[in-house]
């Protein structure tokens, strides 16, 4: 598949199939969403895979009862790691959610590419998917993508025309 087409076809499934696939897969697109631009390449993110039924459960309802989540073979948790990005100081805590989110594009791209399904997360309580995970204090929650085979086609999205979108030299 051309990137074109990846960026063109990719859309947010909430309905997965029981179709599994091995996590040799899953890692190889994480290493591709880590290849996304870094400041400083520092690469101030990190990777949770979640495949256990509890624990997606549990983000599901963290999640203000997404049960979808919990439906798919994987669920990836993308953080910040604001200890990495310290040399940036008060800014670093943008640069790191930046870092994150340019590699979840990464991966929503990737995992089209090879005939997957995703959904980039947003809503969720972050406080409780730390305690869920146990993450330590300085690693921050960014997005939740559930990964597995669709078991929905969804219809064209209805997007704003460019033309009113795009400003020059100001607002």
């Not at 076809?9 to 890692?27: V, Y």
């Not at 590699?103 to 972050?126: P, R």
Request: charged letters at 25%.
């Amino acid at each position: 598949m051309q990137l074109k087409e990846a960026i063109e076809k990719r859309r947010s499934i909430r309905k997965f199939s029981s179709g599994k696939f091995d996590i040799s897969k899953l890692i190889n697109l994480l290493y591709l969403a880590n290849l996304a631009p870094s400041a400083g390449n520092l690469q101030a993110r990190e990777f949770i895979i979640v495949d256990k039924k509890d624990i997606k459960e549990k983000i599901a309802s963290a999640s203000y009862g997404q049960d979808f989540i919990s439906q798919a073979p994987f669920v990836i948790v993308f953080c910040a790691n604001e200890e990495r990005i310290l040399p940036y100081g008060k800014r670093g805590k943008l640069y790191c959610i930046e870092d994150v989110s340019a590699s979840v594009e990464n991966f929503l791209l990737a995992a089209c590419d090879e005939g997957l399904g995703t959904c980039w997360i947003g809503a969720f309580d972050e406080e409780e998917i730390s305690k869920i995970l146990n993450l330590p204090s300085y690693i921050k929650p960014i997005a939740i993508v559930p990964v597995g085979y669709a078991d929905e086609e969804p219809g064209a999205r209805k997007l704003r025309k460019i033309d009113e979108m795009i400003h020059y030299n100001g607002w």
